[in-house]
């Protein structure tokens, strides 16, 4: 079956550090691949998504490349901030389109 | 415009009760999903309808398990006899039709069952 992989956290990190959260993944077919982001308090919004190989999705100054080869959709941002404080969760779906998460990264930027 | 509504926000029952989880997609949204997300196991896939077709109900986790929608629009998750191992906060998303379109989740039903 699908599974998504992604580094445990908690991920702590200074404002206008390197972030970078690792995600793997495996599916039996060709998946679609996201990042969601749970705010504080908030409910679970989509960050980012790529459908094919080599596509790059970013938004929010968040990127993440879909790599066929290494099936990896690994999460960057080159200088987070506090408001970036948040749990990322990797995804994917394939025909049916319902996710499969990956189990969560917690990430706290500190001033 | 609206979000995904859910409701209750939050839900106390004890262990062996019935209850049920409502849930009110966006306006136009064919496809609704239901998830849940508990510290033990993550998010979990449990149950997806899209338009008229039969549900997906591939990730119940037992047949105390149980979705409908009607109308095309709300839907209602029912757990019969619950467990403690029920507790977890109950997802709901809605979404367009199409590959890979967004999902619009709720705010979630916070399930604890004493």
């Known amino acids: 079956g699908n599974s998504v992989t992604q580094m445990e956290g908690p991920v702590t990190l200074s404002e206008e550090a390197f972030l970078t959260i690792n995600c793997t993944y495996t599916a039996t077919g060709y998946p679609s691949l996201f990042w969601y982001v749970q705010y504080p308090g908030e409910g679970l919004q989509l960050l980012l998504k790529a459908t094919k190989a080599d596509d790059k999705g970013s938004n929010k100054g968040f990127e993440a490349t879909y790599r066929k080869e290494t099936t990896s959709f690994h999460l960057e941002k080159g200088s987070v901030q506090v408001s970036d404080s948040a749990v990322y969760f990797c995804a994917l779906s394939e025909a049916g389109n319902k996710l499969t998460f990956g189990g969560g990264t917690r990430v706290l930027v500190k001033p | 415009g609206a979000g995904v509504s859910q409701s209750p926000s939050n839900k106390v029952t004890e262990k062996g009760k019935d209850v049920e989880l409502r849930c009110d997609p966006i306006?136009?949204?064919?496809?609704l999903y239901w998830y849940r997300q508990s510290l033990g196991q993550g998010l979990e896939f449990l149950i997806y309808f899209q338009g008229n077709s039969a549900p997906d109900k591939s990730g119940l986790p037992s047949d105390r398990f149980s979705a409908e929608r009607t109308g095309g629009s709300v839907s209602t998750l029912t757990i019969q006899r619950t467990q403690q191992e029920d507790s977890a906060v109950y997802l709901c998303?809605?979404?367009?039709?199409?590959?890979?379109?967004?999902?619009?989740f709720g705010p979630g039903t916070r399930l604890t069952v004493t």
């Open positions: 998303a809605s979404s367009q039709p199409g590959l890979a379109k967004e999902q619009y």
């Open positions: 306006s136009g949204h064919t496809a």
